[in-house]
């Protein structure tokens, strides 16, 4: 089976665990031979780039302010983004460039309860990922999106932004066949997580299927949202198969096919 990417996941807790070795091994023995560590605040974006050094070929990584990472004085953060692709303070060029600004993005999910304590922070969030988007304008690097509770506002400001759509990827895709369509017409992109093999996920697997196989990417967005039949436990980048054989079932297509079609997909959207 040609290798699978993992292309989005979280690898900071497995890292600071010591658990992260023995996470790769079960990833390369399940076939998935590369992953992309998505960067959510400034305490991953480091630890992240060492990783890449380390693991090169297997692990690459973003850099981004994940929307519930920002806070008041997030601009302070989020100066530091640029340096990880021209050098700066405290970086030299000759390490590895990210692959992606993200993730970035708008979540209501999560905002508190109070009214304006919502709108406050939520203002800080449209600020911030206003300010990745025209960075990822100006370096000419792909977007990973969260939206949560958001999808239309950020479609809105992806539009305003001037961003290259074909740049663009909406992760754990969990909107519907209406959503995708937006999406397609734009030219950008909706990657899946494990949601796509849980039962009451009609919805999940009628946009996959409206976007097609020759654009899927799939994720674990490990360690969370374990696929089937892993659901309920801590997620992590081997898993990232089941969603492969799940989707291969949907599409009606061979597990190698699928697996050989997400990956060129994947590398082709990353330029990796």
């Given at each position: ?137 100006q370096l000419g690097v792909p ?13 809105e400001m992806i539009d305003a ?112």
């Amino acid at each position: 089976m040609p290798a699978l990417i993992d292309t989005h996941t979280h690898l900071d807790g497995f890292a600071r665990r010591g658990e992260l070795p023995a996470v790769l091994q079960r990833a390369g023995a399940a076939g998935v031979g590369e992953m992309i560590a998505i960067g959510t605040a400034p305490d991953d974006w480091t630890l992240y780039r060492g990783l890449r050094r380390e693991h090169a070929g297997t692990v690459h990584y973003t850099v981004g302010l994940h929307p519930c990472s920002v806070e008041e004085g997030w601009e302070q953060a989020f100066a530091q983004i640029e340096d990880f692709w021209q050098g700066g303070p405290g970086t030299r060029p000759d390490l590895p460039r990210p692959v992606a600004i993200g993730e970035i993005g708008l979540d209501r999910f999560h905002l508190p309860k109070e009214a304006a304590a919502a709108e406050r922070l939520f203002g800080w969030q449209r600020a911030a990922f206003s300010a990745g988007l025209q960075l990822a304008r100006q370096l000419g690097v792909p977007v990973v999106v969260h939206s949560r509770g958001a999808f239309r506002e950020c479609v809105e400001m992806i539009d305003a932004s001037g961003v290259d759509w074909t740049k663009v990827v909406f992760h754990c895709f969990s909107e519907g066949a209406g959503e995708m369509d937006a999406l397609q017409k734009r030219g950008g992109f909706g990657s899946f997580t494990g949601i796509i093999t849980y039962k009451n996920a009609d919805a999940v697997r009628a946009a996959a299927k409206a976007q097609g196989l020759a654009r899927l990417m799939i994720e674990t967005d490990a360690p969370y949202l374990a696929p089937v039949p892993h659901r309920g436990q801590p997620n992590e980048p081997a898993y990232v198969r089941h969603t492969a054989e799940f989707c291969a079932g949907l599409f009606g297509a061979g597990v190698d096919e699928l697996a050989a079609i997400t990956t060129a997909t994947s590398r082709r959207f990353f330029g990796i």
